[in-house]
């Protein structure tokens, strides 16, 4: 079984501060890591993943995460936010079965940015 | 790049009536999959469709009936609509074999039940 939990439901920060958006989870095989983005009234998009190999991925809009197999955690990080940061973040798990693969969610943090 | 579309976007229904929300997508993708969000929940999954011709519960099945028509569609079906399935629904999909599992997600469609 597999589980996600994104420490803080809303997270405040100014415009040009450090985003740390924080995400551990718990799987009983190496897994696919990945955070996606909702804008309001959207879809989820893909941010960025983790597979295999380097553990600092590099995502869009400036994001990046670090995978930490020892502390079983996905935190996802930005220099400087910016306003169009502002949307729900979900961090998510997936085992790396070739079928199915069902990916678990965590409960999502709400990211605001204030001028 | 239409991607993953669902129909409809916005519905309002009375508790008791039924209706089947529309998904398709044109990446060629094998696996289909259905969830539900709700405030402070994440999101959560009801059915799933591994592949063409097969249909599986996900966390959240019950209420619900789901239909692989084919490779590019997958329905849910809500047959006796109830207040607590006010929620937005989404569907998403993704390739299996040689995937990382990335899912690639509809706009959502939001149901009322009345």
């Known amino acids: 079984a597999q589980s996600v939990t994104q420490l803080g439901s809303h997270v405040s920060v100014s415009e040009g501060a450090l985003v740390l958006l924080r995400c551990n989870y718990s799987s009983s095989v190496p897994p696919y890591l990945f955070w996606y983005v909702q804008y309001p009234n959207q879809g989820l998009q893909l941010l960025l993943k983790?597979?295999?190999?380097?553990?600092l991925v590099k995502g869009i809009n400036g994001f990046e995460a670090e995978f930490k197999k020892s502390e079983t955690s996905f935190h996802l990080t930005k220099p400087s936010a910016h306003m169009s940061d502002a949307a729900e973040y979900f961090c998510?798990?997936?085992?790396?079965?070739?079928?199915?693969?069902?990916?678990?969610f965590g409960d999502g943090t709400t990211l605001t940015v204030k001028p | 790049n239409a991607g993953v579309t669902q129909t409809p976007k916005f519905q309002v229904l009375k508790t008791g009536q039924s209706m089947t929300l529309q998904c398709a997508q044109d990446?060629?993708?094998?696996?289909m999959y259905w969830y539900r969000q709700d405030p402070g929940m994440g999101l959560r999954l009801i059915y799933y469709?591994?592949?063409?011709?097969?249909?599986d519960k996900g966390e959240v099945p019950n209420g619900y009936n789901v239909s692989r028509l084919n490779k590019r569609e997958f329905s849910l079906r809500l047959e006796s609509a109830a207040p607590s399935q006010t929620s937005v629904y989404f569907c998403?999909?993704?390739?299996?074999?040689?995937?990382?599992?990335?899912?690639?997600f509809g706009e959502g469609s939001r149901l009322t039940v009345l």
């Open positions: 469709s591994a592949s063409e011709g097969t249909t």
């Open positions: 990446m060629n993708h094998n696996s």
């Open positions: 983790y597979t295999t190999g380097a553990t």
């Open positions: 998403a999909s993704r390739q299996t074999q040689g995937s990382t599992g990335e899912l690639f």
């Open positions: 998510a798990v997936s085992d790396r079965q070739a079928n199915a693969g069902k990916s678990t």
